[in-house]
């Protein structure tokens, strides 16, 4: 080998090495409020093993029924869910509709006028 190409070889091999250092750790996550105790989707982990909880739709949890240790069966409420999210929906559907309905009465009356 010459020394032209010896000296590329070692840089190409020193370009390779340089890449093989440790990656830098991942930034700390944001830590989560206090007030959540637990989060989770269908799923608690509870004293005994793993309980599903089926709630009809997702949601933040507003009001907690009942108190540790007490006895509930089938059908029990445990949790309240805020609706908030589901009243703001359906009235924003309302003015939805409501306007809809102006269009479409806007619409029948410039409709009579062209024919």
């Known amino acids: 080998m010459t020394t032209p190409s010896r000296l590329v070889s070692a840089l190409a091999g020193l370009a390779l090495l340089a890449g093989c250092g440790k990656a830098p750790p991942p930034p700390p996550a944001a830590p989560m409020e206090a007030r959540f105790a637990a989060i989770a989707r269908g799923r608690v982990d509870v004293e005994g093993g793993l309980v ?19 006895s509930v ?3 029990d409420v445990l949790f309240a869910l805020d609706t908030a999210q589901a009243t703001m929906a ?3 559907a309302a003015a939805d509709l409501e306007a809809a309905k102006a269009q479409v009465q806007l619409l029948r009356s410039k409709l009579d006028a062209l024919k």
Do not use: F, L, Y
Request: proline share 8%; no cysteine; net charge neutral.
């Open 52 to 70: 599903h909880v089926a709630a009809p739709r997702e949601g933040v949890v507003s009001r907690v029924e009942g108190a540790p240790g007490d």
């Open 90 to 92: 359906r009235d924003a």
């Open 73 to 75: 069966k089938a059908g």
